[in-house]
């Protein structure tokens, strides 16, 4: 069963994706800040990153570096409303860019092709 | 003095009063000379039995017989005469009579008189020397005569005994009058002499006026003229209009059967046909070289006038040109010293039986007084054309920067707002599609979550638009196939189609030129007028999507049945955050527009009949290639067209 981490500031965004990838057989934990999610990292193992850009404090790009710093190999899937981040250089070293929907069927998409490739490249 | 001789006199005086009087009432030279001759032939006047003019040719240097009068056979003479004494017509009876008859002018004498025509020179007639001398010449008898009678005048004229006098004019001899008395043999007497020669001065009078009236006349038409352009250039605003008026005018005033207005552009040496009129357009139509191009350039080249009067006498005409036109002018178009273009005409209209069809001198020159004005016409023109285009460009900056301001505006707003909606509406569609799984098919409750899904969905659409807005960048251009993008676009709006039903009528053209583009941006703008259009399809309508080639560059048309869009709003459709009130944000054409500014083109909208709405996004073909183009138009250098012409003059 993979293990993910979800990022995001909003509870209900939060709330949902938990539950969604949940039932999608993923063990989900939810961190609501950069900070939090660092913490998180250091002290379990995850698959895969969910990661969203804004939010106040320590942002997701710079919550990226962070990971990228300690963590190279862990796959970072970035999660934001604003897709204007795609062009940040930053961003480029996460494993991929999905704009904020309601409709998750892209953000689930990419999740698993991304650890499928991650499986098959091991 | 005696008696008779005072009466003689008092009636000569009297009769000289009444003559001038009735000269001095007309000004056509016609008329003038037609009352002259009237006067020395009438029984009541000097009575001689027959008389001619000849009248000075300057430019000729030529004395030539123009009008003669009087019977063509002692029976004729005999019959006038009778006639004439039982009606005993007054001077003025007579004169009306002569004047008002159309064929007088068809005299047998007039015939003879303008077979006639003497070098201004000595010893060639008598007429000359009369001419030359500016006084009288008595010939008692012809064969005993010291001076030179012409062979010619002697077979047409001379039988007896004839005077000689000058019409003079302020000095200056305008021709000469003969008379005689063929029939009747009467003696000439040394009174009748001087009176002859009082009437020739006033008729040189008479003359002078009526070519000083003929003049005015002419200055009158060329100052309606003048004012017929200036009103022109006022009332005219567009350049094309102002050539065409010149190009009508100048034929017309001139006579001519056609006429051509060629404009010069000095910085590139090209000569091009501006406006024409009558027979000029199928000069520039058959691009004749020799009566078009070629004229038009040693005219602007040499700045003056060009006059054939014979094109079939001329070789630098080809046998083509000298069957179609048989005389032409050309003058240059002038204004501060700067190179504008020429006029050219063909054929002349005779005006009369009397009017030649070659272009004169005096044509020549008023027409270049015309082009005088016509060149400032142009120049006016032009600077207006100037001024509002200045002032047409910046009302579209004016316009454009309203937007831009307007356009970042949003930007900054559309990306805090987006965050701050986005992600409440990413949970709240989210877990309506949560619930909505768990439900049965039958359950009601679906239904109202399956709003809450489209409506969050619909909301998500909305911020993608505003953060398209936020992200215009400059486009990433490269070379692409706009079928290819237009196929990919209606690709993507393949779903909402098939919700409508519309009816996609698809015309792309093949062999369209490649454009230099971004293809993504131009795939959002062709998706936002697809989108559009789709909105306000009715269910199971229309949609045509076309490309073609016009001109230099490529339309995108596409065009939905429905209402179409009141003129008023259509300035409206490309501002941000105008909408119709349905719904959408107001920014898919907004965007679309900048979109498309960006790539140097324009979208325009219309309706009509068949369509409710016409969406037409117009793009440039890429520089490269207009470039490419113009390096193989065929360039003609001034110099070697002058000298073709400069070996005439």
């Known amino acids: 069963m993979k293990a993910l981490l979800v990022v995001d500031d909003d509870q209900s965004c939060r709330k949902l994706y938990e539950s969604e990838f949940a039932d999608e057989g993923y063990t989900v934990t939810g961190a609501a800040s950069g900070s939090e999610a660092l913490e998180l990292l250091e002290r379990s193992t995850f698959d895969l990153v969910i990661l969203d850009v804004k939010m106040p404090g320590m942002d997701g790009l710079e919550t990226l570096c962070e990971i990228m710093k300690t963590k190279r190999n862990l796959p970072v899937v970035i999660n934001s409303a604003y897709s204007t981040f795609k062009t940040n250089f930053t961003s480029w070293s996460a494993e991929a860019y999905v704009v904020k929907s309601s409709n998750l069927a892209e953000l689930k998409r990419t999740v698993r092709s991304v650890l499928e490739e991650r499986a098959t490249a091991r | 003095m005696e008696q008779s001789a005072l009466e003689t006199k008092i009636r000569e005086f009297w009769l000289l009063f009444k003559i001038i009087n009735v000269m001095h009432g007309t000004m056509e030279l016609e008329r003038i000379l037609k009352i002259i001759l009237s006067a020395v032939t009438a029984g009541s006047a000097l009575g001689f039995n027959r008389a001619m003019i000849f009248l000075v040719d300057e430019e000729k240097d030529l004395l030539e017989g123009r009008m003669g009068t009087g019977p063509a056979s002692v029976e004729e003479a005999g019959r006038i005469w009778s006639e004439l004494e039982t ?65 010619k005048l002697k077979d047409e004229f001379v039988r007896c005994e004839f005077v000689a006098v000058p019409i003079m004019a302020k000095g200056r001899a305008l021709g000469a009058l003969i008379a005689d008395n063929v029939f009747s043999r009467k003696l000439v007497t040394g009174e009748e002499v001087d009176l002859l020669s009082s009437l020739a001065h006033q008729a040189g009078l008479a003359i002078e006026n009526g070519r000083v009236y003929e003049r005015m006349k002419l200055r009158l038409s060329e100052l309606s003229t003048i004012q017929e352009v200036g009103k022109g250039i006022l009332s005219t605003t567009s350049l094309k209009e102002v050539l065409e008026l010149i190009a009508r005018i100048s034929a017309q005033v001139i006579g001519a059967k056609g006429s051509v207005l060629w404009l010069y552009e000095e910085s590139e040496d090209v000569v091009t046909p501006g406006a024409s009129f009558g027979t000029g357009a199928s000069i520039v139509e058959k691009g004749f070289e020799g009566l078009g191009e070629q004229l038009a350039r040693w005219a602007i080249a040499e700045k003056s006038p060009v006059l054939v009067q014979d094109c079939t006498a001329d070789p630098r005409f080809s046998e083509e040109e000298q069957g179609v036109v048989s005389s032409v002018m050309a003058v240059p178009l002038t204004g501060l010293g700067n190179r504008i273009g020429a006029i050219t005409v063909y054929d002349k209209f005779a005006r009369s039986d009397f009017d030649s069809n070659v272009f004169e001198r005096d044509e020549e020159q008023f027409l270049a007084i015309l082009a005088d004005q016509a060149a400032i016409a142009v120049q006016n023109a032009r600077l207006f054309e100037a ?108 779903e909402e189609a098939r919700r409508k039903k519309a009816k996609v009528l698809k015309r792309l053209a093949v062999n369209l030129p490649t454009l230099l583009l971004d293809s993504d941006k131009m795939k959002q703008v062709l998706i936002n007028i697809l989108q559009n259009a789709l909105k306000f399809l009715p269910v199971g309508g229309r949609m045509k999507l076309e490309t073609k080639k016009v001109g230099d560059g490529v339309h995108v048309i596409i065009a939905n049945e429905g209402q179409s869009i009141p003129g008023e709003l259509m300035d409206q459709l490309f501002v941000p955050f105008f909408t119709s009130g349905r719904d959408g944000t107001g920014l898919g054409l907004a965007v679309a527009y900048q979109i498309v500014r960006e790539h140097g083109g324009e979208i325009k909208v219309r309706s009509d009949q068949e369509w409710g709405t016409i969406f037409c996004v117009c793009l440039p073909v890429s520089e490269n290639q207009d470039r490419r183009r113009n390096m193989r138009d065929r360039r003609v250098r001034l110099g070697d067209r002058r000298r073709s012409f400069a070996e005439d003059s």
């Not at chain 2, 001419?131 to 005569?145: C, E, W």
């Open chain 2, 87 to 151: 009606s005993s017509a007054s001077f003025e009876t007579v004169v009306r009579m002569s004047t008002e008859d159309a064929g007088g002018g068809d005299d047998a004498l007039t015939r003879t008189a303008r077979s006639l025509a003497f070098p201004l020179r000595g010893e060639v007639d008598i007429t000359v020397d009369c001419v030359l001398g500016k006084s009288p010449i008595h010939v008692k008898d012809p064969a005993a005569y010291s001076g030179i009678i012409s062979r």
């Open chain 2, 387 to 494: 001024v509002r285009e200045t002032e047409k460009r910046l009302r579209e900056t004016q316009a454009l920067l309203l937007r831009t301001e307007k356009l970042a505006a949003v930007g900054e707003m559309s990306a805090k707002v987006a965050h701050e909606i986005r992600n409440p509406l990413t949970s709240i569609g989210g877990f309506a599609r949560r619930v909505s799984k768990t439900l049965k098919p039958s359950d009601p409750n679906r239904d109202y979550l399956e709003i809450i899904i489209r409506e969050s969905e619909r909301l998500e659409r909305i911020l993608d638009e505003q953060l398209q807005f936020a992200q215009l960048s400059r486009p990433r251009l490269k070379m692409e196939d706009i079928n290819e993008v237009v196929q990919q676009s209606l690709q993507l709006v393949s």
